[in-house]
C-alpha cells in the first residue's frame, strides 16, 4: 500500500539556478551527461537499487545536508548518497517572499523541464517554488534551486562536482520512466530533540505541519502522497470519490490506509515521549530564523534596492527580537548611476561632516591657544612685579654692611682721642 501511496515519484535535491529550457533529455551538455561513479553504482547494487530507479531528495538546513534515496526492488528507498550543502541563503524558515533571499522549505517536485543543462552554475535544477501551498498562502519567487557554483542567493548550492552526480541521479531516473520526483527541505531534522529547541520559534506551527510529511517518510520509507487544502499540508490522504484537494478550499472527505494509522499513532507516542524528555534537557541554543513576513518584506525591500543599483549595506538586514533592525556597516558596490549618485551624496555628506569636525578642532585650538597667552602673560607680569621688589629687599638686606664702616670709624676717631689725650698727659708730667 505504501508503494501505491508513493506512486509518484521523488526527488533529487536539486532547486536550479537559471531558467530552464524545454529541450529533450538527449539534448545536455557534457557535466549533464556523466555518469554516476563506479562506486556508487556497486553501492546501489548492494542494496536492490538499478540504475534508473526512482529517486527522491531530503534537504537539511541546520546540518548543511542533501540526502539522494532511491527506490529499491521492494518499492521502499534507501539512502545512496549525502551531500555537504556548499552553500545556502537565508536563516531557517520557509521562503515568504520574492527577493527575501531565503531558501525554501516544504514538498516540491521537479520535472524534466525543470532540469537544465546550461545552467550558469555549471548544473541545476528548479525546485518547483511555489508549490500549491505557497501560492494558496500567497508566498511569491521564482527560480529557486539546486545548482552548481557554491553560490546562493536564494537557492541550495553545490559544489560542481556534487551537482554533476545529483543532476545524473534525476536524469537517470528519469531515463527509467519515472515522471517526477519529490524534494523534501526541512529547516533541520524533525527529531525530538530538535523539535524541543524550537518549539517557541514563530515558525513552530509551519514545522510541525511540516513533520507530518517528515514523520510518513521515516515510517514507511515512500514519498508521502502530498496535497494541500485549507492553506495547509496533507499526507497520504485519500479522498472520497469525486472530491478533490482544493489548496484554498475546505479538505475533502478522505480516507488514509489503516496500517498507516496504526504505526503512525505508534511512532507519535515514542516520539511524544522523546520530546517530554527533550524539553528538560540541556540542548545547544537555536540557529536564527527568519522573523515571519515582516523581516522577509525587510529583507525584500533591500534586495530591491540592491538590484536598482543602489548603495546598500553588503548584507541583508536582520530583524531582533525587540523589532528593531540590524545592518551591516559594511557597504555594498556601487554599479549603477542611482548606486553612483548615492555615493557622491555620502561623500559629499562625509565631506561636510569632516569638514566641521575641523572646524570645530580648530575652534578649540584657538580657544587653547587664547588660554596659554593669557597665562604667560599673567606669568610675565608677576615675574616684572617680582623683579621691581627685589631692589627694595636687596637694600634691607645690605643695611648691615653698609653699617660697619661708620661703626669702624666711630671706633677709630674714639681711640685717636684716647691717644690723643693720653700724649698731652704725658707731656705735661714731663714739661712737654
Not at 526527488?11 to 545536455?28: Q, R, T
Not at 517526477?180 to 524533525?190: N, S
Not at 484537494?245 to 516520539?271: E, H, I, V, W
Request: glycine content about 6%; proline content about 6%.
Amino acid at each position: 500500500m505504501f508503494v501505491k501511496l508513493a506512486r509518484t515519484g521523488i526527488l533529487i535535491a536539486a532547486l536550479g539556478v537559471a531558467g530552464c529550457n524545454n529541450s529533450s533529455m538527449k539534448d545536455f551538455a557534457p557535466e549533464a551527461n556523466k555518469p554516476l561513479p563506479d562506486k556508487i553504482l556497486a553501492d546501489m547494487r548492494a542494496k536492490g537499487m538499478v540504475r534508473t530507479s526512482s529517486v527522491m531528495a531530503r534537504i537539511f538546513k541546520e546540518e548543511g545536508k542533501l540526502e539522494i534515496w532511491k527506490a529499491k526492488t521492494n518499492g521502499r528507498y534507501d539512502m545512496v548518497a549525502s551531500y555537504d550543502i556548499c552553500k545556502w541563503s537565508g536563516k531557517l524558515g520557509p521562503k515568504y517572499t520574492e527577493g527575501d533571499r531565503q531558501a525554501p522549505e516544504g514538498f516540491y517536485t521537479v520535472r524534466p523541464s525543470q532540469m537544465n543543462p546550461r545552467s550558469n552554475y555549471h548544473l541545476s535544477f528548479n525546485i518547483g517554488f511555489p508549490n500549491a501551498y505557497d501560492r494558496a498562502n500567497g508566498r511569491t519567487g521564482q527560480n529557486l534551486m539546486v545548482h552548481g557554483a557554491c553560490s546562493s542567493s536564494g537557492c541550495y548550492s553545490m559544489t560542481d562536482a556534487q551537482i554533476e552526480q545529483i543532476y545524473a541521479f534525476g536524469r537517470d531516473a528519469f531515463q527509467g520512466g519515472q515522471t517526477e520526483f519529490q524534494v523534501e527541505a526541512f529547516p533541520f531534522r524533525m527529531t525530538a530533540a530538535n523539535m524541543a529547541r524550537y518549539r517557541n520559534d514563530p515558525n513552530y506551527e509551519f514545522w510541525k505541519m511540516l513533520k507530518v510529511g517528515y514523520d510518513n517518510f521515516e515510517i514507511t520509507k515512500v514519498p508521502p502522497k502530498v496535497d494541500v487544502c485549507e492553506k495547509r499540508y496533507v499526507f497520504n490522504q485519500v479522498a472520497a470519490d469525486g472530491e478533490t484537494f482544493n489548496p484554498t478550499g475546505a479538505c475533502p472527505a478522505s480516507t488514509q490506509p489503516d496500517s498507516l494509522k496504526s504505526a503512525y499513532n505508534s511512532y507519535m507516542s515514542t516520539y511524544d515521549a522523546a520530546f517530554n524528555g527533550a524539553v528538560k534537557a540541556s540542548v545547544p541554543p537555536p540557529k536564527p530564523t527568519i522573523a515571519g513576513i515582516k523581516e522577509a518584506s525587510i529583507v525584500s525591500d533591500w534586495s530591491k534596492r540592491r538590484a536598482r543599483g543602489e548603495r546598500v549595506p553588503i548584507d541583508p538586514p536582520s530583524l531582533n527580537n525587540d523589532g528593531s533592525v540590524t545592518e551591516t556597516a559594511r557597504m555594498g558596490r556601487i554599479d549603477s548611476p542611482a548606486g553612483r549618485k548615492m555615493a557622491a551624496l555620502d561623500a559629499e555628506k562625509a565631506a561636510k561632516q569632516k569638514a566641521e569636525e575641523q572646524r570645530l578642532a580648530a575652534i578649540e585650538a584657538a580657544k587653547q591657544a587664547k588660554e596659554a597667552a593669557k597665562a604667560q602673560a599673567l606669568a610675565e607680569k608677576e615675574a616684572e612685579k617680582a623683579a621691581k621688589e627685589a631692589p627694595v629687599a636687596t637694600a634691607t638686606i645690605a643695611a648691615p654692611s653698609e653699617a660697619a664702616p661708620v661703626a669702624e670709624t666711630q671706633a677709630a676717631s674714639a681711640d685717636e682721642s684716647r691717644v690723643t689725650k693720653l700724649k698731652n698727659k704725658l707731656l705735661g708730667m714731663f714739661g712737654g
